[in-house]
T-cell receptor, first 115, second 110 residues
């Protein structure tokens, strides 16, 4: 158990809908990272937040947004969903603000299925 | 580009050594990582190497880095069935993005 929690575990929704994925980092970790894992795109870094502020951006679509709240939990919002958005979404946390830190702890993931 | 490439599959016999290879593209990468993903689980950091190192050993794991060829490898000694998983290498690009390889599925058979 990494200490990172994600909810829900599974999500099934229809195209065009909007969903929110939630992540609680390990106690004391200030950074939260979001990743998407799909069969055709592999594992991709989406976005990082550090202590409430956006710190780094990866291959995140404009239809997707994220935020980190004062209690440090984070939410990833996916809107106007398409079939291709079906994937595993992972959250990771780290005590450091920099990706150079190797201390990233991954949650179990949320499996999103868009039908 | 930012491609990190790995072979897709590797099959080894229990007790043998496994070598998983990775080719990365960003010569300025300062940190390179190996992660393990077991079925239905998230990623677990196995080990990492700084770009100023050629080799790092951590129990059964040995990481070799050839900066000239931009080649990274992970050797697992005395491979066990519990090592069956997908292994990802990853590099830090532009100090703000972590780019993962395509993953290598390691299957260990008795």
């Amino acid at each position: 158990d990494s200490g990172v929690t994600q909810t829900p575990k599974h999500l099934i929704t229809a195209t065009g809908q909007r969903v929110t994925l939630r992540c609680s980092p390990r106690s004391g970790d200030l950074s939260v990272y979001w990743y998407q894992q799909s069969l055709d795109q592999g594992l991709q870094f989406l976005i990082q937040y550090y202590n409430g502020e956006e710190r780094a951006k990866g291959n995140i679509l404009e239809r997707f947004s994220a935020q980190q709240f004062p209690d440090l939990h984070s939410e990833l919002n996916l809107s106007s969903l398409e079939l291709g958005d079906s994937a595993l979404y992972f959250c990771a946390s780290s005590p450091s603000s920099s990706l150079r830190s190797y201390e990233q702890y991954f949650g179990p993931g949320t499996r999103l299925t868009v039908t | 580009g930012e491609d990190v490439e790995q072979s897709l599959f590797l099959s080894v016999r229990e007790g043998d050594s496994s070598v998983i290879n990775c080719t990365y593209t960003d010569s300025s990468s300062t940190y390179l990582y190996w992660y393990k993903q077991e079925p239905g689980a998230g990623l677990q950091l196995l080990t990492y190497i700084f770009s100023n190192m050629d080799m790092k050993q951590d129990q059964r794991l040995t990481v070799l880095l050839n900066k000239k060829d931009k080649h990274l490898s992970l050797r697992i000694a005395d491979t066990q069935t519990g090592d069956s998983a997908i292994y990802f290498c990853a590099e830090v690009v532009n100090t703000d993005k972590l780019i993962f390889g395509t993953g290598t599925r390691l299957q260990v058979f008795p």
